[in-house]
């Protein structure tokens, strides 16, 4: 696929107005353009509808109008089925060129397999990513929290060779006990990323968090995940409804945007992903990271949000094609 295993972009190339999308223009330093990406941890959220989707625009148009305001997602469905061709290349072509996903690695290989004998597996699914070409940027191999080194260790050495060095990949440890110093230089070793995750919970949403931040690679994958005991009561039942916020966490935003800050020196590109169940609304706590970075994401107006206008999608993809050629 040709993805160097540090490259990133000169430029944004792809969205109108030379290089970073419409809401960006006059915003960001040529450095914080190049470096971070701001984005959500899914697309396709019913809730969003009317908030941030305009009330009457088709589902199979939400991501082509969520590439319009947000550089980068983290597709969350490939963690339960490696997707269909036809899937991946409705994404490619409906998202601008500079436009990134991180997919999420499926769970047949991480959370039932646990990293054994899953070769022709992870075979399988990066041959399905191959569509997306230059606009696949990171795999993120979530484990599950009952994974742990005890169990899990002989595994994880055996699984990271496997790893094709023309694919970036990121391990999230959900299981404390693999926070040693053996395990940095493990990923070091395989230039395989540590993500960091605020995985905090709600009645801590006062307090910076404290986490094990080692960096393994030349970039930095963090996710915003919250607490999801709020998303289903005993029952099952949705708590909330996430299309807007429902409780911020400031001293967190704050401590994370500090990080990012202190490491973009350092570091090729920021890969930042925002779950609802952080604040109960993704993409304005994005706006709100971003805001902390020192440049605006602005998300759409109560116009654009009220009714679709099929025309400026449709100018925007001719806009993003002239570009791109």
Not at 47 to 65: I, Q, S, V
Not at 107 to 129: G, S, Y
Not at 139 to 160: D, V
Not at 263 to 271: A, G, M, P, Q
Request: aromatic share 12%.
């Amino acid at each position: 696929m040709g993805l160097g295993a540090g490259g990133l972009p000169g430029r944004m190339d792809g969205f109108p107005g030379g290089g970073v999308p419409l809401s960006w223009q006059g915003q960001l330093n040529l450095t914080a353009q190049q470096k971070i990406r701001l984005g959500s941890c899914a697309w396709s959220f019913e809730e969003w509808r009317g908030d941030f989707y305009p009330a009457d625009l088709p589902p199979g148009r939400w991501l082509e109008f969520y590439s319009r305001y947000f550089p980068a997602v983290e597709v969350d469905s490939t963690f339960y089925a490696v997707p269909a061709e036809s899937a991946v290349r409705r994404w490619m072509e409906r998202t601008p060129a500079a436009f990134r996903f991180a997919c999420k690695l499926p769970r047949e290989i991480t959370h039932v397999r646990h990293l054994r004998d899953c070769e022709a597996e992870l075979t399988a699914f990066l041959r399905a990513l191959e569509p997306l070409g230059e606009k696949l940027h990171v795999i993120l191999i979530q484990l599950p929290p009952f994974f742990a080194p005890k169990e899990g260790r002989a595994a994880l050495r055996e699984f990271l060779p496997q790893l094709p060095r023309d694919f970036r990949f990121a391990i999230e440890f959900r299981h404390p006990g693999w926070h040693r110093p053996q395990i940095i230089h493990l990923l070091e070793k395989h230039r395989v990323c540590w993500v960091w995750a605020d995985t905090s919970p709600l009645n801590e949403r006062n307090l910076a968090p404290f986490e094990f931040l080692p960096m393994t690679t030349d970039f930095l994958y963090l996710r915003l995940l919250g607490d999801y005991a709020t998303k289903y009561d005993r029952d099952g039942q949705r708590v909330h409804r996430y299309g807007k916020l429902l409780w911020k966490r400031e001293a967190a935003l704050e401590s994370w945007a500090l990080k990012i800050e202190r490491h973009l020196t350092e570091t090729r590109s920021v890969w930042s992903f925002v779950n609802n169940h952080f604040e109960g609304f993704a993409l304005e706590t994005c706006q709100r990271l971003a805001q902390r970075l020192g440049f605006e994401l602005p998300l759409p107006s109560l116009e654009e949000t009220a009714s679709a206008d099929p025309g400026q999608l449709d100018l925007f993809r001719s806009d993003a094609a002239a570009t791109e050629a």
